[in-house]
């Protein structure tokens, strides 16, 4: 018997990247999805009849128990949450409820029905906020800067609480912006490239942007979920920063993908106090040297050949006559 894996934000950019990878590995794949109205299988639909979806909620713990006894998995990974650092300044109050309580619901859930399974949560750069040094590693003190970013702290704590009281197998993955095509329009690599190819297929004339000096370490999210499964594969539970240890301005991004397709960003980027948060994340970038050491990951993908593969796939997204709307 293989093992089953279940995936929580199994509809998401990583989840669909994160089960891909598992059903190579022999995995049976098991991914929780909400009762909603607009429900988007998109990233999954080309393995959609490999995966067994089952209903459950990040807010109701009896649904997510009733998921842990159907599915009876080997390992948990919990991607779910609100992920959108924008919506967490408008919508504070749901982003704890799913991104901080949501983790405390699916690890109590865990723990009643079978402390064996291997937990991974989904923790986040954003954790770090206002950094206190830099580079970010695991022992680098916390100061988040957003709703989203405190929501995280919470998730990473709980799950270090739970492993030292219960003896769960809980792992934190620190990720740093890991991006793909399958990335959200609302994000800001995904909002560059989609805007550069319908800029450069004519669709569009500018691009409306916040700030430009920010500085992000961002890799290949496919590159990233290899390393989520590596950590529930050692002997003891951790925590890991996943990231290039590069780092790259907004500019950057926006210079590379105009560049790429032949164009001047000076000629169509607009600066837009709307797209400005309230406290800024001016700098972040991660020290991966313990995940090398441990795990034996590093990025495969850099950051030039990422933005190209987005700007191409957009590109072709378009010319297919797939407009995100």
């Known amino acids: 018997m293989g093992k089953r894996a279940l995936i929580t934000g199994i509809t998401g950019q990583?989840?669909?990247?994160?089960?891909?990878?598992?059903?190579?590995q022999g995995y049976e794949v098991f991914g929780l999805v909400r009762r909603t109205s607009t429900v988007n299988f998109s990233r999954i639909e080309h393995i959609q009849n490999q995966l067994h979806l089952i209903p459950g909620d990040m807010l109701d713990q009896t649904s997510l128990q009733t998921a842990l006894a159907q599915c009876q998995p080997h390992e948990v990974y919990n991607l779910a949450a609100q992920s959108f650092v924008q919506t967490s300044w408008t919508q504070p109050v749901f982003t704890g409820d799913v991104t901080a309580l949501g983790v405390t619901r699916l690890l109590d859930a865990i723990r009643h029905v079978d402390p064996t399974i291997r937990f991974y949560q989904a923790s986040s750069s954003e954790m770090f906020g206002k950094v206190r040094e830099v580079p970010q590693r695991e022992t680098t003190p916390l100061y988040p800067r957003s709703p989203y970013g405190v929501a995280k702290v919470y998730g990473h704590w709980i799950t270090i609480n739970y492993r030292e009281s219960y003896n769960l197998h809980a792992t934190s993955g620190i990720l740093f912006n890991h991006e793909s095509y399958r990335r959200g329009i609302e994000f800001v690599t995904r909002k560059v490239t989609y805007n550069v190819a319908k800029i450069k297929l004519g669709m569009a004339s500018e691009l409306r942007l916040g700030n430009l000096d920010s500085r992000r370490d961002w890799g290949f999210a496919g590159d990233y979920v290899r390393a989520m499964w590596l950590m529930l594969q050692q002997d003891e539970p951790d925590d890991f920063v996943i990231a290039t240890g590069e780092t790259?301005?907004?500019?950057?991004?926006?210079?590379?993908?105009?560049?790429?397709?032949?164009?001047?960003?000076?000629?169509?980027?607009?600066?837009?106090?709307?797209f400005m948060r309230p406290a800024e994340v001016d700098l972040l970038v991660g020290d991966p040297s313990k995940a090398g050491q441990v795990l034996g990951w590093e990025p495969t993908t850099t950051f030039a050949e990422l933005i190209r593969m987005m700007v191409d796939a957009d590109l072709k997204l378009l010319r297919d006559g797939h407009e995100v709307r």
């Open 248 to 274: 790259h301005s907004v500019e950057e991004l926006v210079e590379t993908a105009f560049s790429y397709v032949g164009l001047d960003w000076h000629d169509y980027v607009v600066q837009d106090p709307a």
């Open 14 to 24: 990583d989840g669909s990247y994160l089960a891909e990878f598992l059903l190579e």
